[in-house]
T-cell receptor, first 114, second 113 residues
């Protein structure tokens, strides 16, 4: 079945540690996205990549980094510079990089900083 | 930046009844797209319905329909014959060719059996 997978489902981090969230898609989509979801705030865009080997900052990129070396993979690293990283993280993809295309979402990763 | 407002944090509906979720947006564009996404308890978001602003006809998908009022910048979602599986968080979203997908803060819908 085609879809988006995210791992792990739950992640615990000590303060000062970097962690990497995995996102893989087998939909052959060009574009991939990372969102952060906090209670009462909807989804906020962290980074996006409209084509392999290229990515752009979203609205809240500070303290995060990404790479897009393969079309199917778009890992997100939460660095120690991110001041409040506890949140739910959603990865998405769309067939093309135009914003009005339907985005398909993964099941998410819940990150908790201890 | 475009804004999307959902003024109803929570709604409740009796099973088999109809409920309408509200959404307003702000834009200076004439051509854009509006979406309703559903986030069930599993938290994996799925697209419910999409409306293109240049189309006057309201979009429908089975029990889901929208009331798109372009002049009023309003985009409400009507769920008919509500089912227990409709219980979820619903997000209204906006995008255009030049503007990223922007989400509202969501409406949590409860369905009473």
């Amino acid at each position: 079945d085609g879809g988006i997978t995210q791992s792990p489902k739950y992640l615990f981090r000590k303060e000062g540690q970097n962690v990497t969230l995995s996102c893989e898609q087998n939909l052959n989509h060009d574009a991939m996205y990372w969102y952060r979801q906090d209670p009462g705030q909807g989804l906020r865009l962290i980074y996006y990549s409209q084509i392999v080997n290229d990515f752009q900052k979203g609205d809240i990129a500070e303290g995060y980094s990404v790479s897009r070396e393969k079309k199917e993979s778009f890992p997100l690293t939460v660095t120690s510079a991110q001041k409040n990283p506890t949140a739910f993280y959603l990865c998405a993809s769309s067939i093309f990089g135009t914003w009005y295309n339907e985005q398909f979402f993964g099941p998410g990763t819940r990150l908790t900083v201890l | 930046a475009q804004t999307v407002t959902q003024s109803q944090p929570e709604m409740s509906v009796q099973e088999a009844e109809t409920v309408t979720l509200s959404c307003t947006y702000d834009t200076s564009e004439s051509d854009y797209y509006l979406f309703w996404y559903k986030q069930p308890p599993s938290r994996q978001m799925i697209l419910v319905i999409r409306q293109e602003a240049y189309k006057q006809q309201n979009a429908t998908e089975n029990r889901f329909s929208v009331n798109f009022q372009k002049a009023a910048k309003s985009f409400s979602l009507k769920i008919s014959d509500s089912q227990l599986g409709d219980a979820a968080m619903y997000f209204c979203a906006y995008a255009s060719s030049g503007d990223k997908l922007t989400f509202g803060t969501g409406t949590r819908l409860a369905v009473r059996p």
